[in-house]
């Protein structure tokens, strides 16, 4: 283990016009660490992740990632070029529609392994062998590997998004309501799968939800944001059983539909 955080989020805001997206947040994320960001809509969660994740450029604030040299690096200084490396080796990202982060008119293998290709393996037998058992990790059977996500149904694709996902060996994913928009039943099962592998493989991940059980099941700290602003931050379990903010407690008490 190392005594350096992955991430360093430092006064980070990001406005549109005069209308707030999120301001002045600030945290460390750890190596193996699952941060949860929740809050109901219009919170300002997809503005933090996608500052985060360098989709959307801030107002202010800076992000350093420490790269595997271990140095830091400041994501917003870094070239498009340094950045694209950076999400199709050292990160993951989720999208709550599958469709938004798989190619649906190419095999479900291939869809695995051009993530390999795009990180430099050329030898066609081990792209194949790796994608099978990422497939397989993620529940998926062999005898599907030809196949178009299209012919997949919800819980396959999202299981599919993350094999494509997990396969380079990302230190760091993030998430958009990875378990959103699917059946409670393929939720629960997801999200079972999804906790056994982040802890199997010491991702550090940020996952932005509005279901507090997915928080619980997958995090170990919490943030919880309102109108832009985070209002109360502290370990899940901490968070969820013994709420501070009269915020988090409406939350908490399901008084608050998010
Ligand atoms: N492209 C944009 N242009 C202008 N305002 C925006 C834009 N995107 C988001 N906002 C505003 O920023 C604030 C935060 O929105 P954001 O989408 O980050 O919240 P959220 O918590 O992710 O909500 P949801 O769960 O509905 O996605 C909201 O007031 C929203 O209206």
């Known amino acids: 283990m190392t005594d350096e955080p992955l991430l360093r989020v430092n006064s980070l805001s990001k406005f549109y016009g005069s209308r707030v997206g999120c301001e002045n947040i600030s945290f460390d994320l750890w190596p193996g660490e699952v941060l949860a960001v ?3 809509s219009g919170s300002g969660k997809t503005t933090l992740l996608n500052c985060l994740s360098t989709r959307l ?12 040299d271990g140095v830091f690096r400041d994501l917003y200084r870094m070239s498009e070029a340094e950045r694209r490396f950076l999400m199709r080796t050292d990160w993951g990202f989720v999208h709550q529609n599958p469709a938004d ?4 008119t190419v095999s479900a293998g291939a869809n695995v392994g051009e993530r390999l290709m795009a990180v430099g393996d050329r030898h066609y037998g081990n792209i194949r062998a ?13 005898d599907r590997i030809d ?18 996902n997990l396969v380079t060996g990302p230190r760091l994913v993030f998430m958009d309501e990875p ?14 799968l999804l906790r056994g592998l982040v802890t199997d493989l010491g991702l550090a991940a940020i996952v932005v939800t509005h279901d507090l059980a997915v928080a619980r099941l997958l995090s170990q700290r919490m943030m919880v944001m309102k109108d832009g602003h985070v209002v109360e931050t502290g370990l899940t379990d901490r968070v969820l059983d013994d709420p501070r ?9 399901s008084i608050l539909q998010v």
């Open 38 to 40: 929740v809050g109901e």
């Open 57 to 68: 450029m801030p107002t202010s604030g800076a992000v350093s990632y420490r790269m595997r």
């Open 101 to 104: 982060g798989l190619r649906m």
């Open 130 to 142: 790796t994608a099978v058992d990422w497939l397989s990790r993620v529940e998926i059977a062999e």
């Open 147 to 164: 196949d178009e996500p299209r012919a997949f149904s919800g819980g396959m694709r999202q299981r599919l998004q993350i094999a494509r």
């Open 179 to 192: 378990t959103g928009g699917l059946d409670v039943s393929v939720q629960a099962r997801l999200l079972d």
């Open 245 to 253: 903010a009269p915020y988090t407690q409406l939350l908490v008490s």
